[in-house]
């Protein structure tokens, strides 16, 4: 009996299922990883390209090795490249790696990507409230045709790529996850097509919210429509403007550095964030802390 117990212990730990649910050691807001889409593709003016950014959150404790794996959805979207983060080369000093198997023609193949990083020295990614670039991955459409849509998640398979973190104390735990990275187009002709998702205008609450200081703030667009993004204080002045542009339907991700108009360092306290898409005006509350 003591024997069997001793394998069994062994099998859950090799196999991930008494990894903590985050970082036991924080009591701050939870470790995170978020996929950001810096560039959409835009059908409308045949721009196929499409840029997707991988940023870790830790405020209480290092992360000293971080692996994830990524799935994407649409068999016309394509890997190009993958870039580590300088900073990510520098805290995850043994070894980096961003494609299935290591292989980008294999990645391609079976629409999977990753992320791993290990240190050999050092104490790793160190806490801060901010976000820490991992790397960036470069992509193109080989054919969008309208309603389309791109979705890229997280998937456990082998080769590495179980979600999970490492922290100083060597406690395996598994990260936040952000969500999906998803971008949709919208077909809607004499309104007989089923449009997919989003399917109206949406404005998500920040994260991290308290926060400091940084934070991103996603929102959704059933349709292309003119935006625009902007942080106010409570007097009701504009400190900054974070989105004014033109934008494809989808899933959009913005990231505010905690300064106003001039670069200067806004002050802590009470702001809001307001976004204008056609004659939909949406907004929220968040609080900035120094």
């Not at 991988?54 to 016309?76: C, E, K, M, P």
């Not at 999970?164 to 952000?178: C, D, G, L, M, T």
């Amino acid at each position: 009996m003591r024997a069997l117990l001793i394998v069994l212990t062994a099998f859950l730990l090799l196999n991930g299922s008494l990894f903590a649910q985050g970082d036991p050691n924080d009591s701050g807001n939870p470790d995170t990883l978020v996929m950001v889409m810096t560039h959409p593709p835009d059908p409308g003016t045949d721009d196929s390209s499409m840029v997707t950014e991988l940023y870790v959150y830790n405020d209480v404790d290092s992360v000293t090795s971080l692996t994830a794996g990524f799935r994407w959805i649409n068999d016309d979207l394509i890997l190009d490249s993958a870039v580590v983060s300088p900073l990510a080369e520098t805290y995850l000093n043994m070894q980096t790696f961003v494609y299935y198997a290591n292989d980008i023609n294999l990645s391609n193949d079976s629409n999977l990507c990753t992320f791993g990083g290990f240190r050999v020295s050092g104490n790793g990614f160190p806490p801060s409230n901010d976000r820490k670039l991992l790397a960036t991955y470069y992509w193109h459409l080989e054919a969008f045709a309208p309603g389309d849509s791109i979705i890229i998640d997280t998937l456990e398979y082998n080769t590495g790529a179980r979600l999970k973190f490492v922290n100083s104390s060597n406690i395996a735990y598994i990260p936040r996850w952000a969500g999906a990275c998803e971008f949709h187009d919208v077909l809607d002709v004499d309104g007989d097509d089923l449009a997919p998702l989003p399917t109206s205008y949406r404005l998500a609450q920040n994260y991290p919210n308290p926060f400091n200081p940084s934070t991103i703030i996603s929102f959704d667009l059933p349709r292309r429509s003119p935006v625009e993004l902007t942080v106010i204080n409570v007097l009701g002045q504009t400190v900054k403007a974070l989105v004014r542009a033109d934008l494809p339907a989808g899933c959009h991700t913005v990231h505010w550095d905690g300064t106003d108009a001039s670069g200067g360092r806004a002050a802590s306290g009470i702001y809001f964030y307001r976004m204008v898409a056609e004659n939909t005006i949406l907004s929220r509350k968040m609080l900035l802390l120094k």
